[in-house]
Nanobody, 115 residues
């Protein structure tokens, strides 16, 4: 399977916003779920948000009300709109694409929230 490709990371001030994009391969019908995970140095990788084929979503408690996951099925792309960013959101963000028989990770994109 081809790796999904993340984009949109960067440096932002606290309270600011960023939108991450993840472009996956394959047909939309073959993708069971797509999700965003993040990992800070010395920390475990954690789920940030996930969207399933039926449209249901999961969010980490720490981002509820601030982050929104969405998808464009025609483009096989998932987005993560991040608002009201906090320093503790600083991490490498990884896109995961879940197919029926495989789960594929992107290489990650750095998000840094700092004054």
């Amino acid at each position: 399977q081809v790796q999904p490709v993340e984009s949109g990371g960067g440096l932002v001030q606290p309270g600011g916003s960023l939108t991450l994009s993840c472009a996956a391969s394959g047909s939309s019908d073959s993708i069971f779920a797509m999700g965003w995970y993040r990992q800070a140095p010395g920390k475990q990788r954690e789920l940030v948000a996930r969207i399933f084929i039926g449209g249901s979503t999961n969010y980490a408690d720490s981002v509820k009300g601030r982050f929104t996951i969405s998808r464009d099925n025609a483009k096989n792309t998932v987005y993560l709109q991040m608002n009201s960013l906090k320093p503790e959101d600083t991490a490498v963000y990884y896109c995961n694409t879940r197919y029926s028989s495989a789960s594929i990770w992107g290489q990650g994109t750095q998000v840094t929230v700092s004054s």
